[in-house]
């Protein structure tokens, strides 16, 4: 088990971390170039400030809340807190305390806002890529479709180095951020054969669903059996142990696992059916009992992939459940995992999600925003006021599909209105569906190798830490 309270020493200022990832000077000068051009791929488009040596892991999981970011973790925080019976600002989420924090830079490299595909390729594989692309260079068309890729996955640089690997996530397995772990695609839409159009699989593409099918990784768990042909989906059960729901899961022993739960994404953890679902957790738990039996180690991905889709449709209360649901795997992987793994977690963007002032201390996280008296510094009695003269929720979002009508009826908004498991928090702009945020996401580090996780960094670096923990080439 983890000691957070241990800071690993295995520190020296000796190397710089751009030197040991930039195989050549031409890299290095490409990298200059990178500064000024927003469509550039290499890696490590920073000048790197980072000195010393890291820890040497052993296996490394990467925890990746989609869309969950900074306002989405305070939220959780404190939502999490009041479910315990806290005020809950004081809470703290299990990653809090890791000892390695950064801000990670998200833009994809034609995108200011970026989408899941051109980030988990950065987190994963290291090269920032267009929005929407998965594992291929901007403008390179059909380069993942080729028997070389140029950008290999991080499956396949853990296989390389005799891991094993494991993959888990509550959406559809072929959704970009679980897709990015193994899989080459143009287009994050070409998840199913039907997809792909015609030109591409002449050119040799395949869809995310055969990929997934064609590959080595140990563990792959998440939803999405109606992206996958009778073919495909006989081809898994032939090959491997397949789960279909949670008792199959449980009775997995050894070998190589494949889980589809659901047809499309699992279900938010506010709806999921504990008999035939398992929880984040409850994945993660079994994925790290059966990778640990490689003694060479493993790498382990963990994706809660519906806090993004709770927050596409401005409901607070699913993305809140699904980041509460995130950091109850995070515990487990710190109870199971030993000392010689790398735990990250990290959001592969944020959302347009805020927390609006100014509530009173301990005020609940989905209510009404209860003023303080000025005069006494204690709760008043009454609501704060919009210039509309109706009270609102601390928390908002910046555009989406629920506009500032108060309700139905247009009569102001109760506290039992807006802490409806179903209220979907009020939006500034008008559009179908709410969206992804640029600022910068989190980063949060523990174990050998953490000791990079600093500052402000690209994203693409992300990938750079858990090579140089692991060594991978
Ligand atoms: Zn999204």
Same mark, same amino acid.
């Given at each position: ?11 020296? %200022? ?45 296996? =490394? ?51 200011? #806002? ?22 291929? %260079? ?74 997934? #099918? ?66 984040? &957790? ?16 493993? #790498?382990?991905? =963990? ?6 889709? &709770? ?40 959302? #347009? ?7 009173? %201390? ?74 992804? &945020?640029?600022?910068?996401? &989190? ?31």
């Amino acid at each position: 088990m983890h000691n957070l309270n241990i800071i690993n020493k295995k520190t020296k %200022r000796s190397r710089v971390l751009a030197y040991l990832v930039l195989p050549t000077i031409t890299l290095l000068s490409a990298c200059v170039e990178i500064q000024s051009s927003s469509h550039s791929t290499e890696k490590n488009n920073t000048p790197d400030t980072h000195k010393e040596e890291p820890g040497q892991a052993k296996n =490394v999981i990467l925890f990746i809340g989609d869309g969950m970011g900074i306002s989405t973790i305070t939220a959780t925080r404190i939502f999490d807190g009041q479910s315990k019976d806290m005020e809950g600002e004081e809470n703290s989420l299990a990653f809090d305390n890791f000892e390695n924090v950064a801000l990670i830079k998200t833009y994809n490299t034609n995108a200011q #806002v970026p989408d899941s595909a051109g980030t988990a390729t950065a987190i994963m594989s290291g090269y920032k890529t267009n929005i929407g692309t998965i594992n291929v %260079r901007p403008g390179q068309k059909y380069e993942g479709c080729g028997s070389i890729p140029a950008i290999k996955t991080l499956t396949d640089r853990s296989h390389s180095a005799g891991k094993s690997v494991g993959i888990v996530t509550t959406t559809r397995i072929t959704h970009a951020t679980p897709a990015a772990m193994f899989a080459h695609a143009d287009n994050r839409n070409w998840e199913s054969d039907n997809e792909v159009p015609r030109e591409a699989k002449d050119a040799g593409c395949k869809s995310i669903a055969q990929q997934m #099918v064609e590959s080595e990784a140990e563990i792959i768990m998440g939803g999405g059996t109606s992206k996958f042909s009778e073919n495909q989906l006989n081809t898994l059960k032939a090959n491997y142990t397949f789960a279909a729901n949670k008792a199959d899961m449980k009775n997995f022993k050894d070998g190589k696992l494949r889980a589809l739960f659901s047809k499309s994404h699992m279900s938010f953890e506010a709806d999921r059916d504990p008999a035939e679902q398992p929880s984040l &957790a409850e994945m993660t738990e079994t994925a790290i009992k059966n990778l640990k039996s490689n003694q060479e180690g493993y #790498v382990l991905m =963990v994706e809660a992939g519906r806090i993004d889709h &709770a927050h596409h449709g401005t409901n607070a209360f699913r993305a809140l459940t699904d980041a509460q649901a995130l950091n109850e795997a995070v515990k487990v992987a710190i109870e199971m995992a030993s000392e010689e793994t790398l735990i990250m977690v990290t959001a592969d963007h944020s959302h #347009v999600f805020t927390m609006a002032g100014y509530p009173v %201390r301990g005020n609940p996280i989905l209510g009404l925003v209860k003023s303080i008296d000025q005069t006494t510094g204690l709760p008043s009695d009454s609501y704060e006021k919009a210039l509309d003269g109706k009270p609102y929720t601390t928390l908002g979002y910046h555009n989406g599909p629920h506009l500032r009508v108060a309700s139905a009826d247009n009569r102001p908004l109760t506290n039992e209105d807006v802490q409806d498991r179903n209220y979907r928090q009020q939006t500034a702009i008008p559009m179908n569906t709410e969206t992804h &945020a640029g600022e910068d996401v &989190a980063l949060f580090g523990h174990g050998p190798g953490s000791e990079n996780i600093r500052g402000v960094m690209e994203q693409n670096k992300i990938s750079d830490v858990i090579d140089l923990a692991l060594g991978l080439n």
